[in-house]
């Protein structure tokens, strides 16, 4: 199996070189491991874990016809325009840039009111 100079399993010299761009980036993912899954199916390369409240799968399109068998996969949800994605060509064009990272939205715990008057102690999201 190949794998970075960060021990992270890549299937392809193109997989390689998203992965060291998400490692470069310092991007939050999950890398998806093809196990038994013949290298002819369409499969998530990897998955951002740093878009906002959703997660955003990077798909790279082999062989250009992709986006027909990533429908009829089972390891791929059927897209939903409100989710982000990516996919890259690498037939067609070089590596395109990443989607952004965005912040999660968040909610704020309410104040824990364990202090004295007037100096509450609060709670403090954990990231």
């Keep these: 199996m190949l794998t970075t100079a960060q021990w992270l399993p ?21 890398k998806i491991l093809r196990y038994n899954t013949p290298g002819t199916q369409a499969l998530v390369c990897a998955t951002l874990l740093d878009c906002g409240d959703s997660l955003c799968p990077l798909c790279i399109d082999r062989d250009h016809y992709s986006a027909a068998l990533l429908l009829a996969d089972f390891t791929v949800p059927t897209p939903n325009p409100d989710i982000p994605s990516w996919s890259w060509s690498p037939t067609l064009g070089d590596l395109p840039a990443l989607p952004q990272r965005q912040l999660k939205a968040q909610s704020v715990p309410p104040a ?16």
């Design 10 to 30: 890549v299937d392809d010299g193109w997989d390689q070189q998203l992965i060291g761009a998400l490692v470069r980036q310092g991007r939050s993912f999950v």
């Design 112 to 127: 824990v009111m364990a202090g004295t008057a007037g100096n509450p102690v609060r709670a403090l999201p954990v990231s």
